[in-house]
C-alpha cells in the first residue's frame, strides 16, 4: 500500500467521525424540544380521540386524558412524562386553540369543523 492511499484513508475516516460526533451533539442539544413536540402531539391524539365520542371537552376531561402521558425517543434513555396535569392541560388547550383545531365555548372546548 502507498502511504498516499493510507493517509486519505485516515482523513476519510476523521471526517466521517466528525460529522457522526456532530449530528450527535445536534441531536442532544434539541432532545428537549423534540420531547416537548413528542408529548404534545400525543396529547393532541388523545384529545381528538375524546373529540370524536364526545362533543366538549374541558380542562378537567385534559388532565384526566393526559395524567400519564410520557414521550420517549428511539434509542435514547430520555423521556418526558407529564407530572403537572394542570399545567399540561392548560398549555394544550392553549395550543390546540392557536392552532385552530379547538374552538372555547365556555368553560368547554369543542372540535372545529
Known sequence: MKISTIIIGIILFAIATMIIYGWGLVRQRNQTGDLMKLLFSKGESQVKKYLKKNEYITKT??????????????????????????????QLLVYMEKTGQLEKDGAKYKKVK
Request: aromatic share 6%; proline share 3%; charged share 35%.
Open 61 to 90: 376531561d385534559v388532565e384526566r386524558i393526559c395524567g400519564g402521558l410520557e414521550a420517549k425517543m428511539p434509542f435514547s434513555a430520555n423521556r418526558a412524562v407529564v407530572k403537572d396535569k394542570k399545567d399540561f392541560a392548560s
